[in-house]
T-cell receptor
Framework: GEDVEQSLFLSVREGDSSVINCTYT??????LYWYKQEPGAGLQLLTY?????DMKQDQRLTVLLNKKDKHLSLRIADTQTGDSAIYFC????????????FGKGTKLSVIP | DTGVSQDPRHKITKRGQNVTFRCDPI?????LYWYRQTLGQGPEFLTY????????KSRLLSDRFSAERPKGSFSTLEIQRTEQGDSAMYLC???????????FGPGTRLTVL
């Protein structure tokens, strides 16, 4: 099966909160990442969380990590139309590896 | 700091031709990575350099693919005898020493006809 899984689509109204979920299989991952990709562009590192943390907040972004269930989520508060993009969850393939494994991405559509 | 740059941004080629892409990492970043992204998928790791040494290679990197980073700065990715299945976005990323974050370039979109 996939090492990193995400739901493929999410649609929210402007001003609402968005929650994008991810599950991963490698329990030795030291960091877990969220990247954003706009159409035709490369990936932008949004935020990351260290594996010994449960939560990290960065302005409108909140990352929650449940290590027991190997579940990661990204919450975007007050979602704006500029947040419309594909969001990827990524984890290193094994402790000490620099090889990132990405999910298929969640396409976030923000309705004005 | 201008970020990771890649050249060309788009490449159209005929099946069987060779293509070469270039990646310039962020200045002083000693680690450089190549990923491939096909439509509707996340990026897949291809290979990784620390300075000029190629330290990790994916099994996705067939014999037709070769990557180099001769002076530990820019890198090239060559695909020989291209096939239609090679059509994808080729992404380059870099990171600095022990810092774990990888910063991506805009990618080179390859179309093989």
């Amino acid at each position: 099966g996939e090492d990193v899984e995400q739901s493929l689509f999410l649609s929210v109204r402007e001003g609402d909160s968005s929650v994008i979920n991810c599950t991963y299989t490698d329990s030795s991952s030291t960091y877990l990442y969220w990247y954003k990709q706009e159409p035709g562009a490369g990936l932008q590192l949004l935020t990351y969380i260290f594996s010994n943390m449960d939560m990290k907040q960065d302005q409108r972004l909140t990352v929650l990590l449940n290590k027991k269930d190997k579940h990661l989520s990204l919450r975007i508060a007050d979602t704006q139309t500029g947040d419309s993009a594909i969001y990827f969850c990524a984890s290193p393939r094994g402790a000490g590896s620099y090889q990132l494994t990405f999910g298929k991405g969640t396409k976030l559509s923000v309705i004005p | 700091d201008t970020g990771v740059s890649q050249d060309p941004r788009h490449k159209i080629t005929k099946r069987g031709q060779n293509v070469t892409f270039r990646c310039d990492p962020i200045s002083e970043h000693n680690r450089l990575y190549w990923y491939r992204q096909t439509l509707g998928q996340g990026p897949e790791f291809l290979t990784y350099f620390q300075n000029e040494a190629q330290l990790e290679k994916s099994r996705l990197l067939s014999d037709r693919f070769s990557a180099e980073r001769p002076k530990g700065s820019f890198s090239t990715l060559e695909i020989q005898r291209t096939e239609q299945g090679d059509s994808a976005m080729y992404l380059c990323a870099s990171s600095f020493r022990q810092v774990h974050e990888q910063f991506f370039g805009p990618g080179t979109r390859l179309t093989v006809l």
